[in-house]
């Protein structure tokens, strides 16, 4: 658990983004705040309770978060980022990945995006073809429809190790 002291001067709803602005004095607390720019990437998602300004809460320290969505809902794979001074997050912005819609609750599950904003995830595969034991690495990037780029199909006998890049 991440253990948090809201410094700023408005409430933090429930599944709000959040811009971490230091530490709150002597106390092991992370001093946050509403975001201040559009478009942040470096932030934390509130959970289901707000953070009334001057207190301090504790939220999960995991990956993905839902987070609550303004605007036309966006559909999985679609760059989401912050509003500045506001308690949601919309599509047109960057920082986030959707990767699941709520549109009843107006909530989308999210994940920092990898690459500095962009939809796509780049991954490194070890391949080894099983008969001369050689090995040879391959770039690939999974994109927003998950497919893969440059397309490949994998022969008889190989093995493959995958490392993610975020």
């Known amino acids: 658990m991440l253990q948090l002291y809201n410094a700023g001067s408005i409430q933090i709803e429930p599944y709000a983004p959040m811009e971490t602005i230091g530490k709150n004095g002597t106390l092991a607390e992370i001093a946050i705040r509403a975001p201040s720019a559009a478009s942040m990437s470096?932030?934390?998602?509130?959970?289901?309770?707000?953070?009334?300004?001057?207190?301090?809460?504790?939220?999960?320290?995991?990956?993905?978060?839902?987070?609550?969505?303004?605007?036309?809902?966006?559909?999985p794979g679609d760059d989401i980022g912050c509003v500045a001074s506001a308690a949601y997050m919309q599509g047109g912005n960057t920082g986030f990945l959707c990767l699941v819609m709520d549109a009843d609750a107006n909530i989308a599950l999210c994940r920092p995006a990898g690459g500095g904003g962009s939809a796509t995830m780049d991954i490194i595969q070890a391949v080894s073809d099983g008969a001369s034991g050689s090995i040879s690495t391959k770039a690939l990037t999974l994109k927003a429809d998950l497919s893969l780029s440059p397309n490949y199909t994998q022969s008889s006998g190989t093995t493959i190790c995958s490392y993610f890049k975020l």
């Open 42 to 75: 470096q932030l934390l998602i509130n959970g289901p309770s707000p953070i009334p300004a001057g207190s301090s809460a504790a939220i999960p320290d995991n990956w993905p978060r839902w987070v609550a969505i303004s605007g036309d809902d966006p559909s």
